[in-house]
């Protein structure tokens, strides 16, 4: 029985990277100047930075695959378009990213001015303000929140993880998949029938928005710890075992130290879940102009829900209230950059030895 072995020939010569790079900086040209000719023809709305990095990126895969086919063979030209296509998607993914940051930060620099930081809407119906009452408002509830839910979610999942066993274990586990499902307007509503017991239907508080804002936290803390002790090795914990060392010092000693660095990014993760949150403080924590420092009393505003009263209640001078909506969105993505960048710091100084 014979059997015809179909030889495949490629081409022994390739593409150089410079070629590549030049290919694709003149895609990006040719598609940056079709859109601003249609641009200053009036055929388009304005310029499109997304569909020029969209046609750019096509347009580049084309003419790497047709080079490629020439140069190089069917094969390594199949390659390079698969290639390509993967490239292509990732671009894409990103580019709603992009269009955000690039929307918000050229909107939102028209008020990133000193006056923004040092004064609160109280008295103001125009031009002028700030957001200082919203910024204090969104560190301390988002503070509480954390303060709240993250001994509670990382103590949670060691549980899970080191303890758990049986039907609690199980009941747990079910109960966190539900909360991590849970609407958020549906966390402010638990939260103002809980406080409304006690206070009465007119309460309004900082608290209570972090109360309801734990809420949304403490799962994706669970989840995140959970997934990171058990990526723990056993054999570090069965050494210790050996050691003599008893269960509760090797947890605090071995297996969080171990596991520091991706519960520290789990918990950044889940800050900037709830930072943004608007519905359920809209209910408890309810809207104010004023300054405001004490949780325990009184309404407290915080940035999201201030970008959101600028937007959807504008006065007589719209656009004031926009930039100020915008500038309050940049601001909030600030912070949550700052977060993550000292995450990634904190995660590298606590991290063990080996793995920094």
Known sequence: MTTEVERVTTSKRTLEPKVLWLTAAASFL????VFLVLSMAGLTAGFDIVATVLWAAILYVAL???MSRIVEGKRKATDRLVAGVVTSAF????????????????????????????SSMRNIVGEGGGGLHALIGTL???????IISIPIGIMTAIYLVEYGRGKLAQAVTFLIDVMTGIPSIVAGLFAFA??????????????GGAVALSLLMIPVVVRSTEEMLKLVPNELREASYAL?????????KVVLPTAIGGIITGVMIAISR???ETAPLLIIAGLSTNMNYDLFNDRMTTLPVFVYTQYANPGRDAQAYLDRAWTGALVLILIVMALNIIARILAKVLAPKGQR
């Open 194 to 207: 809980l406080f409304a017991i006690f206070f009465g239907p007119g309460i309004r508080f900082g608290i």
């Open 140 to 146: 301390e509830v988002t503070l509480a929140a954390s």
């Open 30 to 33: 040719v598609s940056l100047g």
């Open 274 to 276: 709830i930072i943004g």
């Open 244 to 252: 003599g060392v008893p269960k509760w010092l090797t947890v605090v």
């Open 91 to 118: 671009v894409i993914a990103l580019l709603p990213l992009i269009s955000l940051i690039y929307t918000t930060v050229a909107d939102g620099l028209n008020r990133l001015d000193g006056t923004f930081f040092s």
């Open 64 to 66: 790497s695959y047709v």
